[in-house]
């Protein structure tokens, strides 16, 4: 069974500051997506990160796969309290399977 | 992406009830749609997969005869939750991936949250 690891589970920081949200697993995926999930609505889908060491950049979120491809992470840098939301990885086995393997999120609170 | 929306937003029924929940593609034809549970301060737990024409696959741990699922058209999927019980209470997002790349994007519904009496 694939597993993806979120950490930190909860994060409370102050309007500017830098974070960052890690995905780790066992498991090597064929993709990693980040998904942000705002109270009483669906997820959104952010990005997606396909090849080994790959970098993207989206706006002032950087998010990096690992070289390995079974682990990720999320930086934010200079916060804004827009950004408190739940944030999820979620990962695309090998193998051609359709479902993704969700992570158990990371619940980002930005306070002004 | 695709634009997936779900109906109703919330409901409220008393136990023993039970409760349909619509899942619609409005730009795709969907082929396969996912519905998933997310009980408070939780991840989304895959419930099954839902097979345009066919019968849908359930995740270990889901009783299919208590989550129905009907996926009768290409832009429609339904979610029944027969005899209803408290602890059937959370929220109840749908998604598709029609719309995306290889890499199964999702592209979710703005949920149901179903409250149980």
Redesign the interface.
Known sequence: TQLLEQSPQFLSIQEGENLTVYCNSSSVF??L?W?RQEP??????LV?V?TGGEVKKLKRLTFQFGDARKDSSLHITAAQPGDTGLY?C?G?GVGGS???V????T?LTVNP | ?AV?S?HPSWVICKSGTSVKIECRSLDFQAT?M?WYRQFP??????MA?SNEGSKATYEQGVEKDKFLINHASLTLSTLTVTSAHPEDSS?Y?C?E?SGA?I?????????T?LTVL
Not at chain 2, 103 to 111: R, S, T
């Open positions: 064929s993709s997506q998904y009483g609505e669906g997820p959104v889908l997606t396909v999820l979620a695309l359709e479902k993704l969700f992570g158990k999120g619940k | 992406g997936v779900q396969t996912f301060k939780q991840s989304l737990m895959l997969t929220f997002i998604s991936a790349g890499h199964n994007e999702q592209f979710f519904g703005p949920g949250r």
